[in-house]
């Protein structure tokens, strides 16, 4: 059986055992726009868009504690995807 069967055996008996990673359930997509709440923008989605002139605001802009959304992106990114773009002011 010589030597080398001998190391081949002992390798096995003493090889830590891996455990298989833990199933995590599936985590669910952020909705890119959510509707306002009280003419306002929850935290999560704070991108104001106005359907009609399809321009959006962000915070920190002239018009946007003003503005009354239609709708409250999750950022510009989503905003712009939607087809909108940005304020002037």
């Known amino acids: 059986m010589g030597l080398v069967w001998l190391i081949s055996r002992y ?9 298989p990673a833990p199933v995590l359930p599936p985590v669910p997509p952020v909705a890119s726009w959510v509707p306002p709440e009280d003419n306002g923008c929850p935290v999560s989605h704070p991108v104001k868009a106005k359907l ?12 946007y504690e003003r503005t009354n959304p239609d709708r409250c992106y999750l ?14 002011r």
């Not at 399809?54 to 802009?61: D, L």
């Open 75 to 88: 950022n510009d990114t989503a905003a712009a995807a939607d087809g909108f773009r940005v304020a002037q």
């Open 11 to 19: 390798r096995a008996a003493t090889a830590p055992s891996i455990a």
């Open 52 to 63: 009609a002139s399809k321009i959006f605001h962000r915070p920190g802009m002239a018009n």
